[in-house]
């Protein structure tokens, strides 16, 4: 690595050929005989808020996993598989899900996970003629679901998830 300060750079587990900022969450590939070093493509967040990424791990197998995991992986000298193991998450502190800085990161079991959940929409309901119309505007709908459930939820005030359930459950009947 030319020139590159690497004091806050953590090797993560079973993935020997990246090393990872635990303060930006940014992934750095280390240079080959074939390939020069390189950070990888900063990501995005998802629809949920979370920044994923796919990395080769050291049994050449692609392996999809959320930054927050990568970060406190390799902060902890751990893999993900010993805490899930363990039954724990990571929560992000501050609610902001792509804020991936370790300080922002905890284990926790599910139920503190929940517990702490205070930015979240009030839990609404749906009456039944919002279903209706929600299912048929849904049978009409060409896009991606997501984004249809991400649109109704805030239509109609509730969380997304509230939308995907109705439809799962309303759908199957109707």
Not at 78 to 102: A, G, P, W, Y
Not at 105 to 123: D, F, G, W
Request: charged fraction near 30%; proline fraction near 2%.
């Amino acid at each position: 690595m030319q020139e590159m300060e690497t004091k806050d750079l953590f090797e993560l587990p079973g993935f020997s050929r990246y090393l990872v900022d635990i303060y930006t969450g940014r992934i750095y590939r280390k240079p080959t005989d074939k390939r020069t070093g390189a950070w990888l493509k900063k990501t995005s967040a998802n629809k949920v808020g979370y920044c994923y990424t796919t990395l080769i791990n050291d049994d050449n197998e692609l392996v999809r996993m959320g930054l927050h995991w990568i970060v406190l992986c390799a902060a902890t000298e751990s893999t993900k598989e010993f805490f899930t193991s363990k039954n724990l998450q990571v929560d992000h502190k501050d609610r902001v899900k792509s804020n991936n800085n370790i300080h922002n990161l905890k284990l926790c079991t599910a139920k503190q996970n929940h517990e702490n959940i205070h930015n979240r929409k009030k839990p609404g309901r749906l009456n039944q003629e919002a279903k209706e119309v929600i299912l048929q505007e849904f049978a009409e709908w060409e896009g991606k679901k997501t984004d249809f459930y991400q649109q109704q939820a805030d239509r109609h005030g509730v969380v997304w998830q509230s939308i995907q359930y109705m439809i799962l459950r309303e759908g199957q009947t109707v």
